[in-house]
């Protein structure tokens, strides 16, 4: 581990010195974020390093040390050196663990009706609330990309970015169905129907990721629908893109401008293509689907929010909470922090094995 944590202050220290000299914005930015990814591990291994160093150092003056008092001292200094040595290696253990190549992206979300008709275009726009006030807790404001209300105040399909470099961390783990039993607000008999909608976490992709060709894309405008007042009607400013050799079909509608809503709509299809791309990479790493907490997969039942019983349940690590209210008001620090130390502890024996 010595030799991996120098390694990891050598290339620290590198890109502090590369700071310093960088004058072009990109690079700027690329070495700014890889300082942030590095700065928490560099601390913990400075902490370890110097530790070693001072326990070996009282260690060599112990062995000819005669003064009683001195030796005391001495010894004590090394018992707290060492489980102070031991804390930051299991820290350590962790902070090293190979970092998820999306980590630091920011995020879009796409929340789509499944079944369940009306009721589920209502839990549509209830958990579209949810991840909105957490977002906004976490200082991540969230912006409509493109949205398909229903008459009764749901959403067949909202989707909508998270510009952060935490989101996409937070965020991981909500793909997937998510199912709801509860009575419906359309249900006049007092039953307790069992609905369903899809979330799917998209990492944004920068144009440099994917290479998009004007000539495979087709492009349609039209009027917008909707929320947004008189202008929404009577102007042609929504856009609908179709990306001829995938078929994938995004729009946005949003703004006012159509030049916004094809740049909107382009960081949709950006995601979507390198999300396609990912997904059929999936298929081949089976070793690290078993590493996962889930695999990611829109049609995997991930979640059941039960609100006779006021409960909420993650069906991947068998957790519970009995405050749904809380949830579904944006508290979801409890439930996304088991999510992320079952994560750890999976990759972490995977690791070992």
Partial sequence: MIDRLKKIQEKYLRIEDELAKATASDTLKNLSKERSRL???????????????????????????????????????????????????????????????????????????????????????????????????????????????????????????????????????????????????????????????TVAILPEAEEKEVEIRESDLRIDVYRSSGAGGQHVNTTDSAVRITHIPTGIVVASQEERSQIKNRDKAMRVLRARIVDQMADAAKQSADALKKAQVGSGDRSERIRTYNFPQGRCTDHRIGFTSHNLPAIMEGDLDELIDALVQEDRSKRLAEAKA
Wanted: some cysteine; overall charge negative; hydrophobic content about 35%.
């Fill in 39 to 197: 700065t928490p591990v560099y601390t913990k291994a400075d902490e370890y390093l110097k530790i070693t160093k001072d326990c070996s150092d009282a260690k060599s003056l112990l062995e000819s040390e005669n003064d009683p008092d001195m030796h005391a001292m001495l010894k004590s200094e090394i018992e707290v050196g060492e489980k102070r040595l031991e804390e930051l290696a299991k820290e350590l253990e962790i902070m090293l663990l190979p970092p998820d190549p999306n980590s630091g992206k920011s995020i879009l979300v796409e929340i789509r009706a499944g079944t369940g008709g009306e009721e589920s275009g209502l839990f549509c726009a209830d958990l579209f609330r949810m991840y909105n006030k957490y977002a906004d807790k976490q200082g991540i404001r969230a912006e409509i990309i493109d949205a398909s209300p229903t008459g009764i105040g749901g959403f067949k399909e909202i989707v909508f970015s998270l510009d952060d470099d935490k989101a996409y961390d937070l965020f991981k783990f909500e793909s997937g169905t998510h199912r709801v039993q509860r009575i419906p607000e359309t249900e006049s008999g007092g039953r307790i129907h069992t609905s369903a909608v």
